[in-house]
């Protein structure tokens, strides 16, 4: 690992180490970002699975109905039966930070009070497996927004994470690595320098006593 290009001196060494140790209380906090990052993806990745099996059931459920209803009623009345909806619903977005990444919230806001308010038709000339078809579709509208939602949130989580890692990685094999081999070659070339002042010292001290002692001869 190449050390930093400093000046070996004991201000850089200072310096590094308080470095050293932001990098290092930044890892620490990083990792436990990431995992309860990773804890909660895959949380919602297994909501996820769910929700998608719940509501392509309903979906094939709602179908069937849509086809048996279809194949007894005229086409006509049927698009008739369709054509003006009774319940209007009116979608609100928001946002969540968590752990840093604003995830989606829906909110739904329905023109009736009334949810079971959603027949605009009569049914004199309707079929009754059209209705089961109208009130699965409404039935899994919740189920179908918080589909959306986690897997919009499992997206963004997973860029987080992915960026999250590799800031983890370049900490932990390159910023820290980095700044301890630095300190350890400055660290060493001050031990140097300290040694190679100490001997100048020693052979100053010795010739001072050598030539004090033939000053007193």
Do not use: W
């Amino acid at each position: 690992m190449a050390v930093i290009n400093v000046n070996p001196t004991r201000m850089e060494l200072t310096n590094l180490k308080r470095r050293l140790v932001t990098a290092r209380r930044g890892h620490r906090l990083l990792k436990d970002k990431r995992d309860e990052l990773m804890r909660r993806f895959l949380d919602l990745v297994k909501e996820n699975k769910q929700l998608r099996k719940k509501v392509e059931q309903a979906v094939y459920e709602a179908n069937a109905h849509m086809a048996i209803a279809r194949s007894l009623m005229q086409r006509e009345v049927l698009d008739t039966a369709l054509m003006q909806p009774k319940q209007h619903v009116e979608l609100e977005i928001d946002r969540e930070n968590v752990m840093s990444v604003l995830i989606p919230r829906f909110h739904t806001k329905f023109s009736s009070a009334d949810r079971n308010d959603m027949y605009s038709y009569g049914y004199a000339f309707t079929s009754g497996d059209l209705d089961a078809a109208v009130k699965v579709f409404s039935d899994m509208l919740p189920s179908m927004l918080r589909l959306a939602e986690v897997e919009k949130s499992c997206q963004l989580m997973a860029v987080e994470i992915e960026k999250t890692r590799r800031r983890v990685n370049a900490l932990e094999h390159v910023m820290i690595p980095q700044f301890e081999e630095t300190i350890r070659y400055i660290t060493m070339k001050l031990d140097e320098s300290e040694r190679s002042a100490t001997t100048r010292l020693m052979k100053i001290k010795d010739k001072m006593l050598e030539d004090a002692h033939h000053y007193n001869q």
